[in-house]
């Protein structure tokens, strides 16, 4: 950063500023193919240990924090640690301060406003290791974030997108400022490869759960973020409100 805070609030867990970190952005009204994968991703990565760091927006942010698990994921504020912006966000980042961590440049009870939405997408970026878009459009304030990570020299990293689709995207690969994930596993383990061991000699606690056919409502208390990705892949059915594997 050329400019740091004088000072960063905090309420939650600060071991998770020792933790490999990704930053994950994007719109705030992202298409259901964007927010499906970047669920995905950000499970997947939570899954081998790396923490999610977003700002607690609604779309790709909310999505990011809730694939990650509030316990693993970090969300930077464009107000006062104590404000819960956006409101429809409330019970999420609730949860983040009691079991991940929320972190905030500005005063308890300052509102967010125009300009702490930019000076939140800085730290945010310069948090992760490398940053992730998963939709945007030109002009967009995610494109702003964009802009830090080319600043501080980081790898830029896109959802593949049709035609016509997230044009900041395409662009940004287009110019090769960025580079597209087209498979998601491949992508994390190319990032992290000495997690693929590690991951691989584990055996999978949700699938072994889900072997026993639970009650669909005690599953979702168990993996709220994994039972949502795995309906949506088809990893899993639901029948007379009982959890089946595919």
Known sequence: MKKYPKELFYDGDLE?????????????????????????????????????????????????????????????????????YPSVNKNLLDSIAKEGLLLSQFVLGEKARPYSFVLRNEIVVALGDVL?????????????????????????????HRIGESKATNKLVQEGKAKAITDIDEFVYSLYPDAQNSAHSNTDEFLEYCASNPNYEEAVAKFPTRIFESELSGEILIKDGRILLN
Do not use: W
């Open 16 to 84: 998770l500023l020792k933790k490999t970190k990704v930053s994950i952005v994007g719109s705030r009204r992202p298409s259901k193919y964007s927010k499906t994968q970047i669920n995905s991703l950000a499970s997947k990565l939570s899954d081998i240990g790396v923490c999610v760091v977003s700002g607690g927006a609604m779309g790709i942010d909310a999505v990011s924090h809730q694939g990650a698990g509030a316990q693993n994921t970090i969300s930077v504020l464009p107000c006062g640690i104590d404000v819960r």
């Open 132 to 160: 992730i878009v998963g939709e945007a459009d030109e002009g967009s304030g995610t494109m702003r974030s964009v802009e830090f990570a080319l600043e501080m020299g980081k790898d830029i990293y896109v959802l593949s």
